[in-house]
Antibody
Framework: QVQLVQSGAEVKKPGASVKVSCEAS????????MHWVRQAPGQGLEWMGI????????NYAQKFQGRVTMTRDTSTSTVYMVLSSLRSEDTAVYYC??????WGQGTTVTVSS | EIVLTQSPDFQSVTPKEKVTITCRAS??????LHWYQQKPDQSPKLLIK???QSFSGVPSRFSGSGSGTDFTLTINSLEAEDAATYYC?????????FGQGTKLEIK
């Protein structure tokens, strides 16, 4: 079955970067664009961007332009999301979602000094 | 950016009741509207895609309708396990956006 497994929780200091991975299985990796969505504590869902696993092209929400980078490794069916210049407001659960149909389990990122 | 506005924000309902959640888009989006269910400490799960298509494995009591700017998620004969927050989401244009969510409490 389609499954997305994300990397474990992270604690980072303000100004640092975080890299979250999302390994896909159970389907052809290049069949679905991968989205990243985050959810701050007690808040709603916020779309961050999308990557085409075939060619690696990306489109980021304007809010994250310049701070987010999404990449993929087709040899391991894994996508990565790097968020830099972290601030406390980036504390959230980060999700990957294949075609927005199936979601990973989420990765908690805590930004604290 | 397309803004999605859900109503209500919160609803307290009894089992077996029929529930209707609405989602209004700030501009026409055809049928590019999807519904998700999120239970506490879980990832969102897709219920309905393209306004009215049930996703695989979703109970038949969940249905969706609408097109253009106005959409509805209906839950017939509510069950206790349906306590969750429900989100609408549009795929008509980038950036993708979500509604603010509707929290369903079961009495």
């Amino acid at each position: 079955q389609v499954q997305l497994v994300q990397s474990g929780a992270e604690v980072k200091k303000p100004g640092a970067s975080v890299k979250v991975s999302c390994e896909a299985s159970g389907y052809t990796f290049t069949d679905y664009y991968m989205h990243w969505v985050r959810q701050a504590p007690g808040q709603g869902l916020e779309w961050m961007g999308i990557i085409n696993p075939t060619g690696g092209s990306t489109n980021y929400a304007q809010k994250f332009q310049g701070r987010v980078t999404m990449t993929r490794d087709t040899s391991t069916s894994t996508v990565y999301m790097v968020l830099s210049s972290l601030r406390s407001e980036d504390t959230a659960v980060y999700y990957c979602a294949a075609g927005m149909d199936v979601w990973g389990q989420g990765t908690t990122v805590t930004v604290s000094s | 950016e397309i803004v999605l506005t859900q109503s209500p924000d919160f609803q307290s309902v009894t089992p077996k009741e029929k529930v209707t959640i609405t989602c209004r888009a700030s501009q026409t989006i055809g049928s590019s509207l999807h519904w998700y269910q999120q239970k506490p400490d879980q990832s969102p799960k897709l219920l309905i895609k393209y306004a009215s298509q049930s996703f695989s494995g979703v109970p038949s009591r969940f249905s969706g309708s609408g097109s253009g700017t106005d959409f509805t998620l209906t839950i017939n004969s509510l069950e206790a396990e349906d306590a969750a927050t429900y989100y609408c989401h549009q795929s008509s244009s980038l950036p993708r956006t979500f509604g603010q969510g509707t929290k369903l409490e079961i009495k």
